[in-house]
């Protein structure tokens, strides 16, 4: 990476979704290629290496595979298949929940959001790999098959970018949505889930589970408000997934530092959670160059899988 000064990023309008995404899709796509090279092996699991299903023995088949369990519990001979790049499926878990509707910098961690997600399939659909999304806005779900191509990709996040935004009150359920993902059980691939993991820990579970089955991707998007607050007098904030409201006098030091000091014990609660999944954990902010810190996260998986795959 050079030390020019970056790009200026688009600017995010949901309201123009088609237009938004093709000039996303650029801007990604120029600066992703232009930084890293390869099959960018820190995001999806490497050719052939990864463990995929067992199925039933073939004369012909490589012995060496022999899936002895399996074949112990069923009394039939049975063989581990691996999952090659080419073979990858990814499932994109989206939180739209009111909560992201929320911004006080370069964007909203809506839209933020969103170009994670154009990051993580632009990364991951070459070579034949499909792609599947299921999205929640807290009271609708949407489920989007997984498929390949990049006319499919393009249509994926067209359809995402155009799910409405909830009414106020409105609570969002991620512990849900990955059970959706979780039940019934799909081919191993790559799991991303983007979303501000605030409200109910009750995602940390059924996160777990697809971590039996899946490499696992955790987008957390941060918007600076959230750690902090402006010493900015007499303020009303409003719970955007509940409705209620609460005056607070942000002129109190006192009650900033109480305030930042709970925002960093939730923020490291949540990333002990992740951590337990079995997740890689990339913080996107809303006042932050989030393509530098995709960047950054995507050559720091690479080291880190190749180191592995050396030892």
Same mark, same amino acid.
């Given at each position: 990476?050079?030390?020019?000064?970056?790009?200026?990023?688009?600017?995010?309008?949901?309201?123009?979704?088609?237009?938004?995404?093709?000039?996303?899709?650029?801007?990604?796509?120029?600066?992703?290629?232009?930084?890293?090279?390869?099959?960018?092996?820190?995001?999806?699991?490497?050719?052939?290496?990864?463990?995929?299903?067992?199925?039933?023995?073939?004369?012909?088949?490589?012995?060496?595979?022999?899936?002895? =369990?399996?074949?112990? #519990?069923? %009394? *039939?001979?049975? @063989?581990?298949?691996?999952?090659? &790049?080419?073979?990858? +499926?990814?499932?994109?878990?989206?939180?739209?929940?009111?909560?992201?509707?929320?911004?006080?910098?370069?964007?909203?961690?809506?839209?933020?959001?969103?170009?994670?997600?154009?990051?993580?399939?632009?990364?991951?659909?070459?070579?034949?790999?499909?792609?599947?999304?299921?999205?929640?806005?807290?009271?609708?779900?949407?489920?989007?098959?997984?498929?390949?191509?990049?006319?499919?990709?393009?249509?994926?996040?067209?359809?995402?970018?155009?799910?409405?935004?909830?009414?106020?009150?409105?609570?969002?359920?991620?512990?849900?949505?990955?059970?959706?993902?979780?039940? =019934?059980?799909?081919? #191993?691939? %790559? *799991?991303?889930? @983007?979303?501000?993991?605030?409200? &109910?820990?009750?995602? +940390?579970?059924?996160?777990?589970?697809?971590?039996?089955?899946?490499?696992?991707?955790?987008?957390?998007?941060?918007?600076?408000?959230?750690?902090?607050?402006?010493?900015?007098?007499?303020?009303?904030?409003?719970?955007?997934?509940?409705?209620?409201?609460?005056?607070?006098?942000?002129?109190?030091?006192?009650?900033?530092?109480?305030?930042?000091?709970?925002?960093?014990?939730?923020?490291?609660?949540?990333?002990?959670?992740?951590?337990?999944?079995?997740?890689?954990?990339?913080?996107?902010?809303?006042?932050?160059?989030?393509?530098?810190?995709?960047?950054?996260?995507?050559?720091?998986?690479?080291?880190? %899988?190749?180191?592995? @795959?050396?030892?």
């Amino acid at each position: 990476m050079n030390d020019a000064a970056p790009a200026q990023l688009p600017t995010l309008d949901t309201a123009g979704a088609e237009p938004l995404l093709r000039r996303l899709e650029l801007t990604v796509r120029n600066k992703l290629d232009g930084l890293l090279q390869g099959n960018y092996l820190g995001l999806v699991p490497g050719a052939g290496s990864e463990a995929g299903d067992s199925r039933l023995y073939f004369p012909g088949d490589d012995v060496r595979r022999m899936d002895w =369990p399996v074949t112990a #519990r069923t %009394l *039939v001979p049975h @063989v581990r298949q691996t999952i090659a &790049d080419r073979e990858l +499926e990814t499932w994109v878990v989206m939180d739209l929940s009111p909560s992201l509707d929320f911004g006080t910098a370069r964007t909203e961690k809506r839209e933020l959001a969103l170009a994670a997600l154009t990051a993580v399939v632009h990364l991951t659909v070459r070579g034949g790999n499909r792609v599947g999304a299921v999205v929640s806005n807290g009271p609708q779900t949407l489920r989007i098959p997984a498929r390949g191509g990049t006319a499919h990709a393009r249509h994926l996040m067209d359809r995402i970018a155009a799910v409405p935004r909830a009414e106020e009150g409105q609570r969002g359920d991620l512990g849900k949505l990955l059970e959706q993902l979780r039940r =019934p059980p799909r081919r #191993r691939g %790559l *799991v991303a889930v @983007v979303s501000d993991f605030l409200g &109910d820990a009750d995602w +940390e579970r059924p996160l777990r589970g697809l971590s039996e089955r899946h490499q696992l991707l955790a987008v957390e998007v941060i918007d600076p408000r959230e750690l902090e607050l402006p010493a900015a007098g007499l303020v009303t904030f409003v719970d955007p997934e509940s409705g209620d409201q609460i005056e607070v006098q942000t002129s109190s030091a006192d009650l900033r530092r109480r305030y930042a000091d709970a925002a960093t014990k939730q923020r490291a609660e949540i990333a002990t959670m992740l951590r337990h999944a079995g997740a890689g954990h990339l913080q996107l902010r809303t006042d932050r160059d989030w393509l530098t810190d995709i960047v950054k996260f995507v050559i720091a998986r690479r080291k880190t %899988l190749g180191a592995g @795959v050396t030892r």
